[in-house]
């Protein structure tokens, strides 16, 4: 009776973890979205990594990309996903087990403070910049929620008003529209254009962007290379964009620490690091807090859906036992 389950629906992947009450990763599955049968999915999954022993299991914890609806324990509207609509709570709880459900950013910001570098911290800011860009607060130790829990939907703050790339929501500026992941390479050709820099510049991504089909990884990559549009492009633009993200909200939750995670940030560190040391105080108004890359990598969803059921936040006590009712 004293295992976990944490689960981390993304988008593309679902993966989810086995855990000690201690906190331990003891085993892990990773697989993709599942294009029907979503339920059906989800329970043999639990039932999978319990190894059929679903009393071994104190409970589960699910993080998961948005937006929610906690009063009923479910994904209404998933713009990204395959299956647009899809309950959480319910298949569990079908199961006979105790659940926990917090959008996959929040859960995140739980599983450092429980079990990761945010330990022993009250004030805590945790972002992803990934596919999307999402975040979780802990202010003096309560976990922020919302009112349906989709508080801290960062990636939606404005970072360039004169901006014209609208974002997936539809709006304008919005930091996950120009830095995320999926739109790293229109606000990079955008960019390009506007400064002119394939007429000044030799660059292998002038020829990719005639192309149309130039993917993040590859800016990245002759960014590492020393390419000079590469270099422009992230030391002076991309890194304004999110030390504007980020300060903003730093200067919202006046945190202790930020913790960044999320592929984009954790596999170009070096660029991340140096683009925050840069710009970030010229932004910033209250005390800087430390900052520190997550070392939970890609598992950090699972450490954070584990956390919310070895130790479930105040904050969620009353959806807690609303759904464990149903
Ligand atoms: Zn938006």
Redesign the pocket.
Known sequence: MSLHIGVDIGATFIRAGLFSHEGELLKKIKSPFPRSGFEEYLKNLIIDLSGGELSRIAGVGVGSIGPLDLSTGSVPRAPNAPIKSFRIVDPLRELGLRVVLANDAVAAAWGEHILGLARGYRNILYVTISTGIGGGVIVDGNLLIGKDGNAH?I??LVVDYSSNIR?????YG????IASGINIPRSFSQYVSREGLCGSFKSPLCQRLLEGSLETREIFEQYARGDPIAIKYVDEYLMLVNSAGIASTINAYDPEILIMGGSVALNNKEAFAKGLDRYLDKYITVRKPVIRFTEFGDDVGIYGAAALSIKPPESLKEYIEAWNKR
């Open positions: 939907e990636g939606h974002c997936g929501c539809g709006g919005h930091w996950e529209g």
